[in-house]
């Protein structure tokens, strides 16, 4: 019985010789708490990806006609309701901006999200009439930002490709 209860007595030091540059994910710093963070992407199929995988921005015709773009934010670390703003550029032109005031979705993973902010795209007057065929294959910068309740910001911006989508997925 003794020998039991000194082996007991050596497994709680057995596996802590290993060290972490900080704290585990999700937990406050020392001093300090984590900050809000976004992440923005898109879904293909039932599967997201974020801009920082692919740097595809599709453009899609929408089923109650003109093109869109459907980014989705993924946050954490913030209030539920929020109010978030996209602005698709390229170079000097903005072809498109949107702002939503929403609650987040808890997805389950850790992630909140608002699943689409719905950016209309287009050429900037006086040319907001004319075909964008012009804009596909090309960059342009997708700048996301986001306002909690609370007056907390953040906000992500990304250079992408404009590719064309046939269907919304």
């Not at 057995?14 to 976004?38: D, T």
């Not at 550029?89 to 689409?116: F, I, K, P, Q, S």
């Not at 910068?141 to 910001?153: H, K, P, W």
């Amino acid at each position: 019985m003794a020998r039991a209860l000194w082996i007991l007595a050596l497994v709680p030091s057995v596996g802590c010789s290993g060290s972490s540059s900080g704290p585990p994910s999700g937990q406050e710093p020392p001093g300090g708490k984590l900050g809000a963070e976004i992440l923005v992407g898109y879904y293909s199929k039932i599967a997201f990806s974020s801009l920082a995988e692919s740097d595809q921005c599709p453009v899609l015709w929408g089923l109650q006609g003109g093109n869109w773009t459907m980014p989705t934010v993924r946050a954490r670390r913030m209030a539920l309701h929020i109010q978030a703003s996209g602005k698709l550029a390229m170079g000097n032109e903005e072809l498109g901006h949107a702002t939503m005031d929403a609650d987040l979705v808890d997805r389950g993973d850790g992630w909140l999200e608002l699943t689409y902010l719905p950016i209309p795209v287009s050429h900037a007057p006086p040319n907001e009439a004319a075909p964008i065929d012009d804009i596909y294959q090309k960059r342009a910068r997708l700048t996301f930002s986001v306002v909690d309740e609370n007056g907390q910001t953040v906000t992500d911006q990304h250079d992408v490709v404009l590719i064309q989508s046939e269907v919304t997925e």
